[in-house]
T-cell receptor, first 111, second 114 residues
Framework: GENVEQHPSTLSVQEGDSAVIKCTYS??????FPWYKQELGKRPQLIID?????GEKKDQRIAVTLNKTAKHFSLHITETQPEDSAVYFC??????????FGKGITLSVRP | NAGVTQTPKFQVLKTGQSMTLQCAQD?????MSWYRQDPGMGLRLIHY???????DQGEVPNGYNVSRSTTEDFPLRLLSAAPSQTSVYFC?????????????FGPGTRLLVL
């Protein structure tokens, strides 16, 4: 089955700096890659997603890039703010059509 | 719309007890699923349903049962609770079974098995 890995497991940045979170996946047939944000004690919520026919997608301060050859995709957050502090999960839909999540990355934005 | 709702918010069980975690959605979504979230393990799929009357196993189904008698409801049953089932449980739904669309999560149920 699909295996999704996230690196690093924790990330700390200074407010205003950029943050990049990378995920790798194993199933070359995967074609949908969402990112979810989970604030402490809250439910996960979708922040951005990308499909395999697109290389990059932006939404204000966040962007996602996809490299199908290397089987990795990354979340980019620019001008980070304290409210960006959360756990970020990447996921992929593989050939078995089940959504597989990574283990999550804790992003801390230092004021 | 209330979205996806879950009850209870918090539950303490003794080993061997059974219980049902409730999940309901009012968005007429076809696809519903249950995940458990453990520290450092991410979100792991327990069971899912692509429509009323249809259920299937996810990654970690052992010890759990589900049924889908209506589009709105998708309860998760713990047959004989074990300490290893201590976790936060999230129900999620999406409009169709394509899985290439937004998953809407409920607020979660925190379960402690002693």
């Amino acid at each position: 089955g699909e295996n999704v890995e996230q690196h690093p497991s924790t990330l700390s940045v200074q407010e205003g700096d950029s943050a990049v979170i990378k995920c790798t996946y194993s199933d070359s047939a995967s074609n949908y890659f969402p990112w979810y944000k989970q604030e402490l004690g809250k439910r996960p919520q979708l922040i951005i997603d990308i499909r395999s026919n697109v290389g990059e997608k932006k939404d204000q301060r966040i962007a996602v890039t996809l490299n199908k050859t290397a089987k990795h995709f990354s979340l980019h957050i620019t001008e980070t703010q304290p409210e960006d502090s959360a756990v970020y999960f990447c996921a992929a839909t593989g050939a078995n059509s089940k959504l597989t999540f990574g283990k999550g990355i804790t992003l801390s934005v230092r004021p | 719309n209330a979205g996806v709702t879950q009850t209870p918010k918090f539950q303490v069980l003794k080993t061997g007890q059974s219980m049902t975690l409730q999940c309901a959605q009012d968005m007429n979504h076809e696809y519903m699923s249950w995940y458990r979230q453990d520290p450092g393990m991410g979100l792991r799929l327990i069971h899912y349903s692509v429509g009323a009357g249809i259920t299937d196993q996810g990654e970690v189904p052992n010890g759990y049962n589900v049924s889908r008698s209506t589009t709105e409801d998708f309860p998760l049953r713990l047959l004989s609770a074990a300490p290893s089932q201590t976790s936060v449980y999230f129900c999620a739904s999406s409009p169709s079974g394509a899985l290439q669309e937004t998953q809407y999560f409920g607020p979660g149920t925190r379960l402690l098995v002693l």
